[in-house]
C-alpha cells in the first residue's frame, strides 16, 4: 500500500471518529434526544472517547477529547471541566493500552466503568457532598448510581461501532 493510500484511509478514519463524536454529543446534550430512565442521563462521551482511545493511541486521544469536551463543555456550565476530564481520559487510556493492556471489549469494560464511576461520583462530591446540601447520599443513590450503570451499558455497543470503524479504515 503506498503511503498516499495509507494517509487517506487515516484521514477518513478520523474524519468518521470526529462525526460519531458530534452525533454522540448531539444525542446526549440535547434535551430529550436520548431516553433518559427516571431522570438519569447517559454520559455516553465517555465510554466513546475510552474506545476511541484505546484504538488511536495517546496523542490523537488527547485531541479527541479536547473535541469532545468542547462540544460537552458548550451546553455545560463549569469552566470546561469536561474538556479537561475528557483530555486525561483520551491519554490514560490511549496510554494503558499502548504500554501494558491489550484492546480488547473487555479492557474497554474496565476502563469506561472506571472513568465513568470517577465522573459521576466526582460531580456529585463537587455539586452536593461539599457544599453540605441536606440528602446528598439519597441523590447519590438515586441518580449518579443508576447513571452509571445506565450509561455502562452502552459502553459494548459503543467499543463495537468504534472497532467496526477502525478494521474498515486499517493501515496494514
Known sequence: ?????ENKKIIIRRALLGLLIYAVAFLQNGSGRFPQLFGVRALLLIPLLVAIA???KEIPGIFFGLFAGALWDMVASGNNFNAIYLVIVGYVSGMLINTIMRCNIMTHLIISGFFITIYFVGYWAFNYLFKGLDGAVVLLLRYQIPGIIYTAV?????FLAVRGIERTFEVQ
Open 1 to 5: 500500500m503506498t503511503l498516499e493510500k
Open 54 to 56: 484505546m484504538f488511536e
Open 154 to 158: 452502552f459502553a459494548p455497543f459503543i
